[in-house]
């Protein structure tokens, strides 16, 4: 499974973007897509994810501002990203996990920086 990210950037306090990630490859039986994020010096957290079943889990932190959504006929999921503060700036990565813990793939990453 190849995952391809798209739309991290520069973003004022208070903005908005949106990631997109697209799997693609041998995907197949009951899996989670989702988003972590690492800020220098920390260590790689889990944002969001979004079960095949149609469950979603979210991050206190960011529980009000971002939406996770998915389109599995696309194999894509988005995170929606609002009211950014300067403290979400991190490296934004996807992750596609088999359910059976058997498989675990992840994206390249894509820069965040929240900043006037």
């Known amino acids: 499974v190849q995952l391809a990210e798209s739309g991290g950037g520069l973003v004022q306090p208070g903005g908005s973007l949106r990631l997109s990630c697209e799997a693609s490859?041998?995907?197949?039986?009951?899996?989670?897509m989702g988003w972590y994020r690492q800020a220098p010096g920390r260590e790689r957290e889990l944002v969001a994810a979004?079960?095949?079943?149609?469950?979603?889990t979210y991050a206190d932190t960011v529980r009000d501002r971002f939406t996770i959504s998915r389109d599995n006929a696309l194999n894509t999921v988005y995170l929606q990203m609002n009211s950014l503060k300067p403290w979400d700036t991190a490296v934004y990565y996807c992750?596609?996990?088999?359910?059976?813990?058997?498989?675990?793939?992840w994206g390249q990453g894509t820069l965040v920086t929240v900043s006037s």
């Open positions: 979004f079960f095949d079943t149609g469950v979603k």
């Open positions: 992750n596609w996990r088999s359910l059976d813990n058997r498989f675990e793939y």
């Open positions: 490859g041998s995907i197949s039986g009951h899996n989670v």
